[in-house]
């Protein structure tokens, strides 16, 4: 049985590895939170009503985690002694600099939706790839310290990911803008 302070996998119920199936944590979520929902409780008084709710805010703090791959393999090292600190080891392997390097010379660069969704597709597909080593890291080999290294690298590809994206939006509204002005 759970408890408060059980992990986030034996709360769920679901084996501590990174491959999961995200439908399988959706419909967890949505048993254990029908379980522990406060409204539940309200005959039995106020302490199993502010019992309930704490039961309530750790699942939710565990399906987040759970639900994003980045942050359940995060999370997974964290368990298995290989904090991610990535605010304190910002070491990273030298092709990857020169990549991160290449993709901001590009971002500054690029003139067109086009172009940005290129280097978009670009960044995905290496959070895809990474996703992949993090899985074989994590649940194959149980190298967590490398597997940190590699979440510490995707926190960036993600951040880089959004950037992209964001500068999409702002040139489709751009382009949607100068459209409507024309026709006027």
Wanted: proline share 3%.
């Amino acid at each position: 049985m759970a408890t408060l302070q059980s992990n986030d996998f034996e709360l769920f119920d679901l084996p501590a590895q990174f491959a999961q199936q995200r439908a399988a944590i959706d419909a967890r979520w949505k048993d254990l939170q029908r379980e522990a929902h406060p409204d539940k409780f309200s005959a039995q008084g106020a302490a199993a009503q502010r019992l309930a709710m704490q039961w309530s805010v750790r699942i939710n703090e565990a399906y987040q985690r759970l639900k994003d791959p980045q942050k359940r393999a995060a999370y997974l090292c964290e368990l298995h002694g290989a904090p991610i600190a990535a605010h304190t080891n910002t070491a990273m392997p030298a092709a990857f600099l020169m990549l991160q390097m290449s993709w901001r010379e590009a971002l500054e660069d690029a003139a067109s939706v086009a172009e940005l969704e290129a280097i978009g597709d670009q960044a995905q597909a290496y959070k895809d790839q990474a996703l992949q080593r993090i899985q074989t890291r994590i649940d194959d080999e149980r190298d967590h310290a490398s597997a940190a290294a590699e979440v510490r690298s995707l926190m960036f590809v993600e951040k880089f990911l959004a950037e992209v994206h964001s500068r999409i939006d702002r040139a489709e509204s751009q382009t949607v803008a100068l459209s409507a002005g024309k026709g006027q």
